[in-house]
């Protein structure tokens, strides 16, 4: 995540991708100082246990498509 924060420390625009799991929040470990966009899966959070999610694998359900697409239209504003 090191790149993620130093560009948010240089105000510039950042696409994150993160885990629902409780302790890998992007409240807690997000970009912060910058206009960002943050995709999770949109399932409840989880233990981190994969193996026994029932929604595995969720961060398959995220694409890079419509995470690039918002990012565009973040540029454009």
Known sequence: TGPLHIAAALKKPVLAFFPPV??????????????SIVLTPQ???CSGK??????KPCMEGLSLESGLDKFAKMAQL
Do not use: H, L, N, Q
């Open 50 to 55: 994969c193996s026994y999610c029932r929604f």
């Open 43 to 45: 399932i409840p959070s």
């Open 22 to 35: 409780k302790a890998m929040t992007p409240e807690r470990w997000g970009p912060v100082g910058t206009d």
